[in-house]
């Protein structure tokens, strides 16, 4: 991996994470939620990738490759849920989001 230890993308993906996990519990926006969520995800696959490359072996780097299809998935889909509420609201407030009746 070379000069860099396995501590510093320790501590770099765990301040990642807990910055989405802050961004999730005090924001109300759902596209800063959403950007939230993906952080954390990020988070997790960069650590995937560093214990990849310190352990010599690729599963880890093909298990993120994966991750990544499935978050580009939930981003369509979340993203989309954002639109239709927008359209019916007018606002992307999650407080909203209870009084919605379908």
Known sequence: MGSISINYYLYLSSILF???ILGVLTRRNAII???SIE???NAVNLLMVAF???MGDS???IFVFFIML???AEVT???SIVVMIYKHNGSIDINLIDKMKW
Do not use: D, E
């Open 52 to 54: 990849s490359a310190f």
């Open 39 to 41: 952080l954390m995800l």
């Open 18 to 20: 807990a910055l989405g």
């Open 33 to 35: 939620i959403l950007m």
């Open 59 to 61: 599963s880890g780097q």
């Open 77 to 79: 889909v979340g993203l």
């Open 70 to 72: 499935v978050a580009a």
